[in-house]
């Protein structure tokens, strides 16, 4: 019996979050990032903005230059935007206890067999998106299919507040007029390679024998895309319990040589990461800084913390000088940047394997009870009066 996947993905969260919280301003583009006439990106924007071409990772002022005057321009509130999600993943932990958190406003659900308790997977899908509308006031686009990728491009296929199901039988139909750029593994680097056989869409790469993708692509890639073409990919969901790392990256719009852009990118990376990491109750050792360069070049630097965290000032700090590193040692700087991410890995569970990073040039601090207990106070404040309550930052580290 083929499984049921279930993906949910908030849309536009942030902008949408800003949206609900202050009703003036639905109907007008919102940007959620750096402000105009500031060094930055757009971390997430509103359905209306994306009308003018804004999408996220877009330099400021490029989105700035595009935008009409009405637009509203705000810093994130991560505080509260995790709140928010942690308000939704409880309510779909109620649809289905296999849930697997992948960002702070995306999920997967393993809603097997739920067909004999609630019905078909469209009713399935049409409670997880009313769920989350009764828990938070807001709308998600539901996908359903039998593994991961098929869930994953069925939300993706009608956004915003959509619902697609994707039977086993009917998955061929559905990947056969994507363009193949919608498989994993097929990017910058080897997209024009399937082009120049003549490849536009799925459907063209199924038609492709295997040894031909093979010698294409490489053994291992040619395979792997071979089978999503065909439908096939990992039909599992993996709990937070079983996660072993946790990451954000950001694929750029266009090429960023400016530090100030990656540095700011870094910043929210952080935020994300640790947001999630403290909301599966993770603290981790191992911070990894995330690079690709024009031409698909990808570079990862990892440092070793002295003791495991999942504070966002440890781990911006830590990732920007992995960034710093490699633009003094490996010429990074003024190389233009496609993708840039952060992970945290190396759960304090497994410190016993992990090894002190004897090497890095300024080893950070154990933090101390005290400053735990501040921590704690902390959210604990800003979880019960919301913003504005009490405020942290992260330093800027320049």
């Known amino acids: 019996m083929p499984r049921l996947i279930l993906h949910v993905d908030l849309d536009a969260f942030y902008a949408a979050v800003e949206q609900r919280d202050r009703p003036d301003w639905r109907g007008l583009p919102v940007v959620v990032g750096a402000a105009p006439g500031r060094r930055g990106v757009v971390a997430t924007c509103s359905y209306e903005a994306r009308r003018y071409g804004v999408h996220s990772a877009m330099p400021i002022s490029q989105a700035a230059r595009r935008l009409p005057p009405q637009t509203v321009y705000l810093r994130p509130d991560m505080e509260r935007y995790a709140r928010v999600s942690r308000q939704i993943m409880r309510v779909l932990a109620d649809l289905s206890p296999v849930i697997e958190q992948v960002s702070i406003d995306e999920a997967y659900l393993d809603v097997s067999g739920l067909e004999r308790l609630m019905g078909s997977p469209t009713h399935i899908g049409q409670s997880a998106k009313t769920l989350i509308q009764d ?192 633009c003094r040692s490996k010429g990074w700087s003024g190389r233009p940047v496609r993708l840039i991410g952060l992970g945290l890995s190396g759960w304090a569970g497994d410190a016993a394997s992990q090894q002190p990073d004897l090497f890095a040039q300024q080893p950070l601090p154990a933090p101390r009870p005290r400053d735990d207990r501040l921590n704690a106070t902390l959210d604990a404040i800003r979880d019960r009066f919301g913003k504005g309550s009490v405020q942290r930052g992260l330093p800027r580290y320049r």
């Open 135 to 326: 828990a938070v006031g807001l709308t998600a686009s539901v996908g359903i299919g039998p593994n991961r990728l098929v869930a994953k491009l069925a939300s993706d296929s009608h956004k915003p507040d959509g619902l697609t199901i994707v039977p086993a039988e009917v998955v061929g139909a559905f990947l056969d007029p994507l363009p193949l750029t919608v498989l994993r593994g097929v990017g910058a680097k080897t997209a024009p390679r399937l082009h120049a056989l003549g490849l536009q869409t799925v459907a063209e790469v199924r038609r492709l024998p295997l040894e031909t993708l093979r010698r294409c692509l490489g053994a291992r890639a040619g395979t792997l895309v071979h089978q999503q073409a065909h439908g096939l990919a990992d039909d599992r969901v993996y709990p937070d319990t079983a996660r072993k790392s946790i990451s954000k990256e950001t694929t750029f719009g266009a090429d960023v040589t400016d530090q100030d852009v990656l540095r700011e990118t870094l910043r929210w990376a952080a935020q994300e990461v640790g947001y999630l990491a403290r909301h599966a109750q993770h603290a981790g050792l191992v911070v990894t800084l995330k690079v690709r360069f024009r031409g698909f070049e990808t570079h990862t630097r990892s440092r070793t913390l002295a003791v495991p965290s999942a504070d966002d000032r440890v781990l911006f700090k830590t990732a920007l000088e992995l960034l710093e590193s490699g």
